[in-house]
């Protein structure tokens, strides 16, 4: 059965950093594009960040570009998402998701599998 969980969210101060990690379990992230999406209260889910599969290539929102890092670990089979200079518009659960290869654009149509969220929470 195919599985993504994500960790590392938190309660953190404003202008402080998070690590969040996407781990597969059931099957392999070689070939898929991985996607950071969140979902504040009230608000509709958004695109943050995908990796593609073999280029390694990535796109960010524009909300977080030159804050948010994305990188994959093939060998351990996970997906990182490094937040820095955190805002308190940043609150949102955050969650990955999959699709076949390739990023295109940070819609959500096409990724099929879904990791349960992680809670980040920005606040002082």
């Known amino acids: 059965q195919v599985h993504l969980a994500e960790s590392g969210g938190g309660l953190v101060r404003p202008g402080g950093s998070l690590r969040l990690s996407c781990v597969a379990s059931?099957?392999?992230?070689?070939?898929?594009?991985v996607g950071w999406f969140r979902q504040a209260p009230g608000k509709e889910r958004e695109g943050v960040s995908c990796?593609?599969?073999?280029?390694?290539?990535?796109n960010y929102a524009d909300s977080v570009k030159g804050r948010f890092t994305i990188s994959r670990d093939n060998a351990k089979n996970t997906v990182y998402l490094q937040m820095n200079s955190l805002k308190p518009e940043d609150t949102a659960v955050y969650y990955c998701?999959?699709?076949?290869?390739?990023?295109?654009?940070?819609?959500?149509?096409?990724?099929?599998?879904w990791g349960q969220g992680t809670q980040v929470t920005v606040s002082s």
């Open positions: 059931g099957y392999t992230l070689d070939h898929f594009a």
């Open positions: 998701a999959t699709k076949a290869f390739y990023c295109g654009s940070l819609s959500q149509s096409q990724f099929s599998t």
């Open positions: 990796i593609n599969s073999s280029d390694g290539r990535t």
